[in-house]
Every structure is written in C-alpha cells, then in structure tokens.
RNA sequence: CGGGGCGUCGUAUACCGGUAGUACGCAUGGUUUGGGACCAUGUAGACUGGGUUCAAUUCCCAGCGCCCCGACCA
C-alpha cells in the first residue's frame, strides 16, 4: 500500500486523553471517534481489527461454525427470556413509521448479546441428540447503553464480539465443552501477544444455573476489574466473587476482561422451549452454553499493553503492516526506483507493506512509523547503496540486510 | 445514575462586555530532504435556546455534548 494513496493521516497535535488507546489510536488515524464510546474504524484501524478477528475466527473454526444473526430483534423476544427487565443496558428503537403511528407501534432491541435470537434459530435445527453437541458463532457489533462509555475502546456503547453458543445434551458435556473452550482461548490469546499477561479468572454467575462463571483477564493498569490471586486454590479471582479474607492477603491487579465463558443450563432452552428427543424417545431441554471475547476492547488493550512514548508497538500477528518502507531521497530519480523496486519485492513475497512514497522530510516518516507501531522499517536512500535497512520496533536494533536476507528473516 | 471539569476555525489553544489572535492542518508557489525543516500567499471558528445589557463569544439560567471520579457492568 502506498502511503501517498491510502486514506491515512497521522496527527501529531491530537489532545492527549487519560486513556492511552484513545490517544494514540487517534493520532495513528487508526479510528476517530463519532461520539462517546462509538468509533469509526478507518482503513489502518480495520486493518488491526480484521487481523484479531481472523485469528479469533481461526481458533473459533476448530470447535463451532460461523454464522451471523442480525443486530436488530423484537422487543417479544426480550420479554420472553424475561431479560426485558434485567438488562439495564438495553437500546431500545423504534421505526420513523412506528413513531408516526404510535398506537400500535413495534419496538426493536439493538441486540446486546444473541442467546435469544440463537435459541429460537438454532432449536428448528437441534431437534435430536443426533444433532449434538453443536457449536455457532458470529463476531458481531453489539449495542449496550453503558451509563458510561470511557476509556476508547475499552468500554464503548458500540463494539465488536464474537460470541459462540454451545448446545449439548447433558450437562456433563457442557462441562466438557466449557474446559475445552478454556484452552481455545488461551490460544487466542497467546497469538496475540497476550497469553503471559491474561489470566483465567473465576468470576460470579449471576442468576443462570452454575454458580461460576469464568473470564479472561489481561493484566492492564486501564483495567476496570481487580483481580486477585488465590495461592491456595491456585486460581485467579474477581474481586466480586473474591472473599473478604483472600482480598486482606492476596495482591490486587488491575485487569481488562477480554473474553468470559458462561454455563446457562436450560434457562434459554426453558424460556424457548428448546427440547430434543433423546435416544429412547423421551424429551428434554437443551444445555448451552455461551462464550465471548470483545474484538474491538482487545485493540485497545493490544496498545494499553504495547506502546512507548513514541507510539505502538503492535505484536506482528495483529499489525496493520509487517513492513513500513520509508522511502528516502524522493529527488534522486535512482533512489526512488530503487524504493519501488523494494516495495513490489516485498509484495511479491506477500509482506504487507506500507510504502512511505511521500515527498515529506525523513523525521515525518520515521516518526509516523514509531506511531503506527509497524513491527519493521525499512529505509531505502542514497545511503543504504541497495540493501535494505531494517530497523525492529521493538528492539530499535539495526541491520543492513539484502532482500533476501530480510524476507528469510520475515519468514517468507 | 450521583459528583467534578470543559464547550472558540478541521485540530490544539489565546484574549476580550464593543464581532476574535496564534500554531498545526489544508490549498497554491518556491526552497528543502537521515528525525515531525523553512519562506510567501490563501483558507476556515464562538454548541443550542432563553435572560441581563445600548451592546453578549464573554455575565446568568436551561438544554445538549464531551472528558474525568464513583456507582453500575449479560
């Protein structure tokens, strides 16, 4: 991609907020804010978001299929799992026409979470024990009227999740699933960069049927949860489900929930009269489950977690481009050819790269590479006599490499 | 939802009871080109409503919006 044709401005006089992914995701022209706790993602910015996505929807891909519900369900359906009244975040809307003949009008819920629309779709085709155990997923926008939108993408009214349900007959294979799911997202966590610094939390169930329920927590001093460590259980606690003893003795840490999983019984199959036949014939309510992972909030704890007074530092599974080729000496016709020539090899060995093909001085773009947080720079200038200069984002180390060096360095 | 702060060009800010200045950005031209370089010219602004006043961007009230603390957080 070329700089000087991509919709990418960097802005070194955005005002500073408290929040760190704000600020720098914003200066980077990652996203731009619409209003509180709702952003736009722009093309670098979907860049990051579609690469945890992918790496999410990979993993998810080992244990379920992927489908996608839509955003907007009838208000009825609120009312029938009785969460009408329990969800105090509900965004609830009505149509222009609605509005004009309010009488009769309908209303609609922008969906928070799907285990209603889930339900009622999936029991028209899990009608037997031969159809299960059974795993979907999609990765959608999800709408909560938060009391208080704060800290970028860390809690917004507006946000990407991927959130999977698992349908099983019994409850041990619910259990058996839950533990399953436990490893899945903890890989998903690692390629991110973020296996050492999550940890699996047990948190409160709520009213549904376990009385645990499980997160997964990244250590982050943005965090909005407390977590403590039991030595004895040999297991991360929240702090609300955390005892008065173990919160006098144990160390608190600030953490960022990334993903929960959650064991429902049959509240959903009971509300939707979910019901298989079993092998003898006889009936019973489907056991699920539900596990999600903010896509969007782990962008902003991917820059809370990896920055540095100059700017990101994504880890290469989720940057937006493994290379930033600055193209130097942009008056010397030798120099740019030689620049481009970098640029289509790298391409061609299918490096992302983002050519810095602009004709501004060299602080503009090195700085813009710090930013941006790209995990490699590459210089190409009168200098660099046809190699390569490549610079680590996270090391700041240095080396004069051929092409070819670099691309069996970048794995490729 | 309770408490606090703040609303001025696209962004960041300054001043002021007598209609607003700077920097960045953006546009044009020129000089530059290994750390956000420079010169010239141009561009663009007082959240909304009400009140006080001869006069309000400025003072008062309300609304709306944003930020922060707390509460809440399927």
Redo the contacts with the bound molecule.
Sequence with gaps: MKYSSYYL???????S???IN?TLLQKGGFVE?V??GVYAFLPIGLRVLNKIETIVREEMDKVGSELLLPALSPKSLWEQSG?LN????LFEVRGANDLARAKNSASYILNP?Q?EIMTTIVRHYAMSYKDLPLAVYQIQTKFRS??????GLMRGREFRMKDLYSFHETAEDLDRFYDEMKSVYARVFDRMGLGHATHLTLA?G?D?TSNFSHEFQTVCETG??IIFYDEKEKIWKNKEVASEELQKTAESVRASEVGNI?R?GTKYSDSFDHIITQQNGDKSAVHTG?YGIGTSRLMGVLVEKFHDE?GIMWPESVAPFTVYLAG????DDATIAAADAAYTALEEAGVETLYDDR??????K???A??LGIPWRV?V????AGKL?VTSRATNETHLLEISEFLKKAGK
Excluded: H
């Design positions: 401005k960097t802005n070194k006089e955005a005002k907020l408290e929040s704000a804010q209003m509180a969460r329990t969800i105090d975040v979470t285990e938060e009391p208080r939108a704060k800290s409160g709520g549904f909005e949860d959650y429902f539900s100059k130097l000496n942009r008056d004709d501004t001085g060299t602080g503009a090195f700085a813009d710090e930013l210089v200038s009168k200098k660099t200069e």
